[in-house]
């Protein structure tokens, strides 16, 4: 409703940078045909639908009728909090953090990122993110004030496309956004790519951000590198660790900012500045969930394996060209050369309206998507059985 005042948008200047999100339009068309009575199967959003952790859900809710719990609670998380995820990254990836100076809880890794790009980002700064990304990896820069050097990274040459823009960008960018498994190419690395990118950014003195929403969401024996696991990240780097995934617990809203003191000092600045912590029965949940379901990200990981397999095989008998992926909630897919003309927008409206499944047209992560959807493992087995059924149906009736 908003988003059609031109007024708003004439008013305030750092609004007329934000386009509409572009997923915005799939979202509306799918409300609408839903009123109208169709079924309409959602692999558009990345909302996680998988329930969290039971012991979460009674912490939660215990912790809930303590008057004490309802207080403001403290900007950098609770100690304990902070504690236990430092204990999970020793664990799972051999890495040590130090809870005081390492570690912050953040609302959410969104918001997380978003209050990091305003605490070291001014008019005039630039920051480098690959493409297709995460939107509010190309646009919490901008709300910043900053300036966004994009660079493809479907073309296979991601180090000579980085190399070329941090090279050509004046000023020197301050910082490069990665994220693996990637949202929403679902492409996944090793160790050695992160090493590359590390040793980059420390020989040019560029900040590193990693945003490691979908660490637990890997398959087939893979297993996603932290940052940390590179000798001397912390002297650069930052990483987003989310509670939203693995755990699914995204509608918590809390996740940890890690890694280097002077990014996580700026970080809590502007935190103290805007906010007041998480909800305290939400981070006590979060203490329960690391303590005592620490495997729980494993059998999500199996959840969307399974959703993985199902689509991929259909996808495959209908001649689509996508990646099988390791990692991540989701399929990225060209889309079929009959319909290339189309673009990813006009393409994802005829998939909702003719096969009533609703997918992420590509350019909504950024113009290298163009030519791709993404969709969403977030349904249940047999709904997303269904929507490839349709998918397929619909294929073939075009032959
Ligand atoms: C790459 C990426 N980062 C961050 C988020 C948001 O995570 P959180 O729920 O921790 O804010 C998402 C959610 O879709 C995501 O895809």
Not at 96 to 117: H, I, Y
Not at 151 to 172: A, D, I, Q
Not at 228 to 251: C, P, T
Not at 308 to 337: C, H, N, Q
């Amino acid at each position: 409703m908003f988003e059609n005042e031109f007024f708003v948008f004439d008013s305030f200047p750092r609004l007329k940078r934000l386009p509409p999100y572009a997923l915005a339009v799939i979202n509306q068309k799918k409300q609408e045909m839903r009123k109208r009575g169709f079924d309409v199967i959602d692999l558009g959003m990345g909302n996680p639908n998988v329930p969290a952790p039971e012991e979460v859900v009674r912490k939660v809710k215990e912790a809930v009728e303590d008057p004490k719990n309802h207080r403001y609670s403290v900007v950098q998380g609770l100690k304990k909090l902070r504690e236990e995820i430092a204990k999970r990254y020793k664990l799972l990836w051999g890495v040590e953090l130090d809870p005081e100076s390492e570690v912050l809880v953040v609302n959410g890794t969104k918001m997380g990122f978003f209050q990091l790009m305003l605490a070291i980002l001014s008019n005039g700064d630039a920051v480098v993110v690959p493409e297709p990304a995460y939107p509010l990896h190309l646009y919490a820069p901008m709300i910043a004030g900053a300036d966004v050097r994009t660079f493809s990274m479907l073309n296979g040459h991601f180090f000579e496309g980085l190399e070329k823009v941090v090279k050509t960008t004046y000023p020197r960018p301050k910082a490069i956004v990665i994220s693996f498994p990637n949202n929403p190419t679902s492409r996944c690395v090793e160790l050695d790519f992160l090493k590359k990118v590390v040793d980059f950014c420390l020989s040019e003195g560029i900040w590193l951000i990693h945003d490691f929403a979908y660490a637990d969401i890997v398959f087939d024996g893979y297993k996603a590198p932290s940052i940390f696991e590179v000798k001397d990240a912390k002297k650069i780097a930052i990483e987003f660790y989310s509670m939203s995934k693995g755990f699914s617990m995204a509608g918590f809203r809390v996740g940890f900012a890690l890694g280097n003191p002077t990014l996580i000092s700026a970080l809590y600045k502007i935190k103290s500045w805007t906010e007041y912590g998480v909800f305290q029965p939400v981070q006590i949940a979060a203490i329960v969930a690391l303590r005592e379901a620490g495997d729980y990200p494993k059998k999500t990981a199996e959840i969307y394996r399974k959703r993985r397999d199902v689509v991929a095989s259909y996808l495959k008998k209908i001649g689509w060209d996508f990646e099988t992926p390791r990692g991540s909630m989701f399929i990225w897919a060209k889309i079929p050369e009959k319909f290339a003309s189309m673009g990813s927008v006009k393409f994802s409206e005829f998939l909702l309206e003719k096969a009533e499944v609703a997918v992420a047209p590509g350019v909504a992560f950024g113009q290298s998507g163009e030519g791709y959807v993404r969709l969403a493992l977030v349904e249940n087995d047999q709904r997303i059985k269904q929507a490839m059924r349709n998918i397929k149906r619909l294929m073939e009736s075009y032959g």
